[in-house]
Structures are given as C-alpha cells and as structure tokens.
C-alpha cells in the first residue's frame, strides 16, 4: 500500500494515507518515501497494542512449529479477529479525523481487503468510488465476492500448500483449506461490521461494498504468478515495489568487503513479521550448526537482536537487523537467498535473478515457495527441516551446485523485467480511470448473481440427464486487414476458382437465404460445407506452392500471427519452421481457442461466440446457450480437421492443430473489457478491441458533399449491413419493407450502404441516398449523425461504441447477435430480429424508440468516454506484447494447468463423489450403531413376565 500510494504522489496526485496503529512497533515503519503524502495516524487501542506488541507471545512463538496452512490458523483467529474489531470500533469513534476527511472531498478511496473496516469508512466519508488492493497474489474471498473464478482443482488456495499438478487427495485437501481460508476472512469482517452496526446501522454490508470496487489491483505478475482464471476488473501490479535500477542499489564499502570474503554468499533471511530472534532456541541452534558445517560459505542472517553474540564464534557468519536486501539480491556476488517465501522477498528475488531455498512459516508463503519451484529458480523445504543441519546443508548445496537454477532465474528476471504492460503505469491509469467513471457495473460479471447449481450448469446437465438428451450432446464433440503500412511486405496467393466460386454473385441465393434463417450455429450446419470446402482447397494449394513456401522459408521470421479461425496458417507456420506463433482472434473470442488454452468457457452467464442470449439467462437460455456453444465448437473442429487431412497427405510430419493453438505464446483478441460481456480470461489473452478505431478527430474530415447531405434534416440515419451478407443480396420483400419505411419517416435523412451501382429503385424518396461506399468512421464521428442502423458486425459494433453513437441493431448471422446484446447491455443500443425488417411500422417504432430516449445518447457518450480514455492502450498493448514474444518464445508459464486435467477433475465431480460418499458411509454407520444401541437398551430394559 505504501509503494501504491509513493507511485500515485509521483504521478501528481494528491494522497492522504490512513494509518490505524495496532502494533505500535511498526508507527516508524510505514515504508512511504515521497514526502508530498499525507499520512494520518490513528493510536493503537490499548489492548490490541498488548496483544500484538508482544513478540515472545506463545501464538508468535508457536508460528514456527504449527502447520502452515489455514486450518492450523483456526485456532488463532479469536485473537486476530477481536484486534481487528476493537481497532474498527475506534476509527469508526475518531470523529475528529473522520470530519478532517469528510472535508477533503477525495474523489477515491484504495483499500486493502485483508480486513473489511475500510470500506465502511468509504461509505461514512461518502466517497463515490474505491479500488481495493490485495497485497497478496489474491484472496479467495474477494474473488468470491467480486465474480473472479475460484478453480481449486489447478490453482492453490491463497494459504494452501499445493502446487498446481495435485493428486486426488491434494486436491480434496485444496478445496478444504480454501474453503476455510474463505471462512476465515468471513469470521473478520462479520465481526467487524457487529461493531459498525451498532452505531452505524445505514453502513451496507462488508460484501456489497467489496464488489463494487471499480477496479481490485493484485500483487500478481501474470508471468510469475500460476495460471489461473481472473476477470478484467482484477489489474495485476505485482513487481511494482522492486528497484530494479542498478544505479540505485549501490551497496556501502562494508557490505562489498562482507560480499568479497569467499567465493559463495547466501543471505538469510525470514522476514518482518515472525522475526528470527523469536525462533525457538533449538532452531537456532541448528541454524548455527549448519553454518560451522560449511566453513567456505559467507552467511549474511538478518537478525533483529541488537548486538548479539549467538554468532560470534563462526568467523563465516555476519548477523545483521537490517540488510539492504534489494541491493544484496541485485549483486552478482549473492549466490543463493534463504527465505522464508513472504510475497514481497519472492518478487524481489524472481525480479533480480536469485536462486532461493524456501522455507515457508505461515499464511500464503508455501504458495509463494511453490510458485518459484514450479519456474526452477527455488528449492522448497518443509520448516521441520530447520532442526536438521544435515538436510538444510544438503538443500543448500542442491540449488548452489546445478547452475540451471541460476540459468532459469536469469531468464525468469528477464522476462520479467521486459513485461509488456508496466505495473506502476497500469496502477496510474487504472487508478485515474476509476477516480474520473466511479464505479464499473460494466466489469462486473453476472455469475456472482448464480448460486452453485446454476453457475456449474448442474441444474442443465440434471434435465438433459432426465430428459435423455445427453446422448445428443456427447455428439458435439474473416478476417479482411487494411494493411497500410510502407515497410509491410504484402504477400498474396491467388484464389484457387473452385474456392472463389463459392463466393461469388452465383451463389447469391444462398446469401438471400442468410436473411430469413435463424442467426444462430445450428442453423449455420447446413451453410458449412461451402466455408469448409473453401478452406480445404485454400489451403491445399498454399501447401502446394513450392516457390512460394520457399521464398517465405527464406526470411526466417522471429513470430507469425495466425488467425484461428480456420488452422491453415499454424500448419504453414510449422513448415517455414517459426519458432515462436501468436494467435489472433477476430471475434471477441472463439470458444474453441478458448477450449484449446485452457481459458475457462463459462456458458451459465457469459454468451458463447455465435449465440443470440445476453448473460441474464433463464434455465432454458442457460440450456440453449450450451448447446449452441457446443455446436459452434463443433463447426469448428470439422474446418480444422479437413484442413488437415489435406495437409497431412503431403506433409504428415505436421503436429495437430489442437498442439499448435495451444502453444500459442499469446492470444489477441478483438475484446475490449469494458465493453464486452464480463467474462473469466487467463493471463495469456491480451484485448485489443478498439484497434482499429480511428478517434482522432482530424483524421476524420467529410468531404463539401457529405457534410451537405447531414445538413439535409435534422435527424440523419446511417444504415449499414456489412461486407458479407451484403445489402444487395436481400430479398426483393425486405428491400421494399426498408423502402416503406424510409417513406413513413420524411424528416429523417437516410444513407442506405447499397452496393449495386446506379439502382434507381429509391429514387421517388428525396430522404434517401444510397452509396456502395460510406465513410463510416468519419460519420460515427459527427454529431450530426443521429442513429446508425447496423448489423451488429464487430467492427462496426467496436467503432459506434468508441464514437458515442446510439445503435438499432438488426443481427444477420454468426456473433452478430451476440455483439448487439453486448451494446444493449450497456444501453446504447435497442435490437430487434431480423424479420422485423419485413414489418415497416415496427421497423419505425423501434427507429424513433432510439431517436426519441436520450438515455441512449447519454449511455452512448459516457461508454465513449471510458473507451477512449481506456487504461490499457491496445495499440501499444499489441507492439510490446508481440515483442514480448518474438523475444521470449513460447511462454509455458502461462499455460493453466487446467488444460491436463480430465471434466471430472477439473471440475471437481471425483473429490465431491468421494467426500459426499465419506458422509454418507459415516452417516449410515452412526444410523446403525445408534439403532443397535437403542434395540438393546429395549432388550435390557424389557419387563419380566409373570
């Protein structure tokens, strides 16, 4: 928090920090550098001061020794929970600080989740929005609360002491250890609010004000951190309080003497907050014994004892209460870093390339230990081990004799060094973003509104069960780019005709047809066979072209780009022999790639790539959304397994396409994550929506004749049906419905994209001007410009988005429908079906319904004003993430683990069968000895005859 507030002073912005005192050791020790900050203190309460002043308590003591995971913390909570309590009481009692703030009228609050006060004071003080920041990788209780998936099967709890690749039994223990860690923070800020309420009654609930954070910034580094599922309103920071300038970690004479002294130097080191001096003699005592064992090594331990002389007989031995460890880890001449596996030690070492032997004590750190094993830069042992010199001189020498720790910490410090999206840059920007928009309903994804049954579809897969309809789903197993650039080398392949053919004007009945059927994949079935046919032949003679082929060969390219949606190019890639690949969508995401990289597919609340639900769906929408998700899957998988069935006849060696997609070092994807449907993501999907928007201005000048047109009436439509299913190819009756409508509405100047030259069939109506080409950007631009008819087409969804224009959406086909629900959720947008199209009345009621509402106009302008001012910008958020790969590679580090594990153990199904099967077994057992208990009670109790 205090690196937070430091960044934000440096970017000018005005700070107060609030710092209620509870352990008063710790006043002096707030860590802010930047002397613009206000910083306000409140006194500790008396008794909380006692109980966490004292050092040598027993629980502190007993720290060393426990169990380091959260169920061992149950029976320490009373104490923690009664400090947080009584320190809430006080500041919600400080009314002469509190008015002090009422009078600052801060704009934002920025709060840490550890416990829940603060974000009651948010509300008393009446400021309009806040962030809450995590200084761990992420509490599992506010991923809760906020909609971000907890996946236990492949990503460790908060406090857990798994890694990713769990056994059965690790990850029933996972799921356990998470589940009491939830409870745990609950039982905080329950307890927290008893006190609130009792003089605050109006205070909203802990978990209300926890989910409406606009933003929650994480100390998470995608790179370092596991692979998990997150959503977009979660910012990941982690790396922001690392110094990794050089010339700022000068280390004094003595310390360089001390570095000099033998050829290997291993600091020592488990924190601030369980300090070595109040390790438990014995420990100690081991401590030394491997020190004398290794006589050539210099060992630097931070002890806090002032003046202490355990040491005094181990001339390799300096202790210290204070190291300048960022310094330290930064030299070369540091071999190895012992620590106890804290988040903030575990960034530093990951950041400036240092081996580490990890010892973690309690909370996350067994997660952070983990974290480092799993990239080969640390060895973890248990803290049992400190007791046995042998062993701990045994994991020393493990990791300072195999030089692949130092190679891979290296090459982890690199990379991280290089991350394409600046933590202290996105933490401004973020922040700035926030305190201009408020609160982000936006971000918030429905599944939070879901209970268990609905969220994992149980509900759905119970009814198809029941109904017999599961045999049926055990079945269901365009890119065109403006290249404007001088320095591109454009090079092109001739269509094959039998391809091209099926494209053309001959075919036009069937695009006539796309108008009348249903906009949805089922109905796109029976279309495949032409998009299908098309790839195959295309791609049959890129693999064909021998001189082609080998003039591309001949460039040895550093990256390709490979649209996934035909597989073609990643067969292509394997062949010129590309080392490294990014996939790039041209949706707002295809749930086949999705399915391929392991990005969770949530089809209870997020609406699938071609469906026509928005993420407010009934049991029968949920339903329909799966199956039209599976379909969609399904087309899918047809192209890409036909495309390779005609590059393996001449080129076997080829890996599946399946291998490829998912090696994929990154994948662009055409979504911007304020204006599309929230939705879970991996650290490996970069958005980039919104680049290809033009918003400058005076880049979008109308010639002298479309600014008289727009003069023309005071309302102007534009209507545009994309480059596809083009205009031209609408049936007779829906051209003469349009027509009608133009009629019924005189006022309204309407510019019709028809892409026949020198129609004349709208030539009776003054108000109407057809064109083959418009100048959309420009268009959306002007404010003259009422309303704009549209298909729904991403492009053109993602420009009226960015450009503050209101929509009628009337969907065609494919994502269409999908898109213009995401418009409509944000209230810039009314949809109607396409067959009201042949309804002209309707067609003008749904028309004025726009025109008339300035709801839309408003909505419209303020979504404007997020997406242009968006945090990430996506332009430079795609040159540093191509960089970022055409340097590193294939990024392993990014693959969710999720992606090896079977429906049953990614899901959990084995470890709830077994634990439910454990309750029924007990169950019935006590039911037996109960009743055998109870019929011999009767037995013995029996009256005697006479």
């Known amino acids: 928090m205090s690196k937070i507030a430091d ?13 209620p005192i509870m352990d008063e050791l710790h006043r002096d020790k707030t860590g802010i550098t930047n002397k613009k900050i206000t910083k306000v203190f409140l006194d500790a309460v008396p008794e909380v001061a006692q109980m966490l002043g004292d050092e040598n308590s027993a629980d502190m003591k007993a720290m060393w020794t426990d169990s380091p995971n959260p169920i061992a913390m149950l029976s ?92 059965f039994f690790e990850r029933m223990g996972n799921v356990i250890q998470t589940v009491v860690g939830v409870y745990l923070f609950q039982m905080i800020g329950n307890k927290e609010y008893e006190s609130i309420h009792k003089t605050h009654p109006h205070i909203r609930d802990w978990r209300e004000t926890v989910s409406d954070s606009s933003f929650v910034v994480s100390n998470s580094n995608p790179i370092l951190n596991f692979p998990h599922p997150t959503i977009q309103k979660v910012v ?9 300038d050089k010339s700022k970690l000068q280390l004094t004479e003595d310390w360089n003497k001390i570095l000099n002294e033998r050829k290997h130097t291993v600091l020592v080191s488990f924190g601030s907050v369980l300090k070595s001096k109040i390790m438990p003699e014995h420990m100690k005592e081991s401590i030394l014994k491997l020190f004398s064992l290794m006589p050539d090594i210099t060992f630097i331990w931070k002890y806090e004892e002032e003046g202490s002389q355990i040491a005094k007989h181990l001339p390799n031995v300096h202790l210290s209460t204070w190291v300048p460890q960022n310094a330290l880890l930064a030299d070369k001449r540091l071999s190895l870093f012992i620590t106890h596996g804290g988040l903030g030690s575990s960034t530093e070492l990951a950041y400036l390339g240092k081996p580490a032997l990890i010892i973690p004590i309690f909370a996350d750190q067994t997660k952070n230990g983990r974290m480092l094993e799993r990239h080969g830069i640390a060895h973890l042992i248990h803290k049992t081990d400190l007791l046995k010199p042998e062993k701990l001189k045994e994991a020393i020498l493990k990791v300072l004799n195999d030089p692949s720790y130092q190679e891979n910490a290296t090459r982890l410090a690199d990379m991280l060094q ?6 202290k840059q996105s933490l401004v920007r973020h922040v700035e973003f926030a305190a201009r928009f408020g609160k982000l309903p936006q971000l918030d994804p429905y599944g939070r509104h879901l209970n268990i049954f609905q969220y994992y579809l149980i509900d759905v897969a119970i ?35 039998i391809a091209a053919g099926l494209f053309t004007d001959e075919h036009a009945e069937e695009m006539k047809q796309m108008w009348l059927d249903t906009p949805d994949p089922i109905s796109m079935l029976s279309k495949l066979a032409n998009f299908s046919r098309a790839f195959e032949i295309t791609c049959g003679k890129l693999f064909a072209a021998h001189e082609l082929v080998d003039s591309l060969r001949k460039e040895k390219f550093d990256l390709a780009i490979v649209e996934p949606f035909n597989y073609c190019g990643f067969a292509i890639m394997e062949e010129l022999k590309i080392p490294n690949w990014v996939a790039a969508e041209s949706t707002t995401g295809f749930d086949l790639v999705a399915y391929y990289t392991g990005r969770p597919i949530a089809p209870s609340y997020v609406p699938g790539a071609t469906t026509t639900m928005n993420d407010r769906m009934t049991f029968f929408e949920r339903m329909r959304n799966v199956v039209q998700t599976l379909i969609g899957g399904y087309l899918f998988i047809m192209i890409g397994d036909n495309e390779y069935k005609v590059v393996h006849k001449t080129h076997p060696h080829i890996r599946d396409w399946r291998e490829s997609l998912s090696e994929s070092a990154f994948v662009l994807s055409n979504s911007n994550p304020i204006l599309n449907f929230p939705h879970p993501t991996i650290q490996k999907y970069v958005p980039l929506g919104g680049l290809t928007v033009e918003i400058d201005r005076s880049k979008l000048e109308l010639s002298e004749e479309w600014n008289k047109i727009l003069n023309e009436r005071q309302h102007t439509v534009l209507m545009s049906f994309g480059s596809v299913i083009k205009a031209k190819y609408a049936p007779d009756i829906i051209r003469e419905s349009i027509l009608k409508t133009f009629a019924l509405m005189p006022d309204i100047t309407f510019i019709w994209k028809y892409e026949d030259e020198g129609v004349t069939f709208a030539d009776h109506l003054p108000n109407v001007l057809l064109s083959t080409w418009v100048p959309q950007n420009a268009l959306l631009a002007d404010k003259r410009l009422s309303l704009f008819i549209t298909h729904g087409g991403l492009g053109s969804s993602t420009e009226l988005a960015h450009l503050g224009k209101p929509a009628l959406i009337i969907p065609i086909f494919a994502d269409q429908t999908k898109n213009g629900r995401m418009l409509e959720r944000h209230g810039i947008a009314h949809i109607i079906h396409k067959k009201d199209l042949l309804k002209p009345e309707k067609l003008k009621k749904a028309i004025l319904k726009v025109l008339n509402d300035p709801g839309y106009q408003e909505n419209a302008t303020r979504l404007a004003g997020m997406l242009q001012n968006i945090p990430i910008n996506p332009k430079e958020s795609l040159i540093k993430h191509v960089e970022f790969a055409a340097r590193f590679g294939k990024l392993p580090q990014l693959d969710p683990y999720s992606r090896q594990l079977n429906i049953f153990q990614l899901y959990l199904i084995d470890v709830g069968v077994f634990l439910i099967s454990v309750a029924l077994l007990v169950f019935f057992l006590l039911y037996f000895c109960v009743k055998k208990c109870c019929c011999r009670k009767s037995t013995t109790t029996k009256p005697k005859k006479e």
């Open 7 to 19: 960044v934000l002073a440096e970017a000018g912005h005005d700070v107060t920090v609030y710092f």
């Open 76 to 167: 320490k909570m009373h104490n923690f929970t009664k400090c947080f309590q009584k320190t809430c009481e006080k500041i919600f009692g400080a009314q002469k600080i509190n008015g002090m703030f009422r009078k600052k009228n801060f704009d934002l609050g920025i709060v840490e989740p550890f416990n829940y006060c603060g974000f009651g004071l948010l509300e008393e003080l009446k400021i309009p929005a806040w962030i809450a920041a995590e200084t761990t990788t992420g509490f599992d209780i506010v991923a809760q609360r906020i909609g971000k998936p907890i996946a236990p099967s492949f990503v460790p709890g908060t406090a857990t002491t798994s890694s990713e690749k769990m056994t």
């Open 236 to 244: 990941p920071i982690g790396g922001i309080t690392v110094e990794i």
């Open 418 to 423: 290089n991350i394409p999206l600046d933590p």
């Open 463 to 497: 009814f198809l069960i029941s109904t017999s309809l599961m045999p049926i789903m055990n079945l269901l197993e365009q890119n065109k780019h403006g290249i404007t650039h001088k320095n591109i080398k454009k090079v092109f392949l001739d269509a094959d005709p």
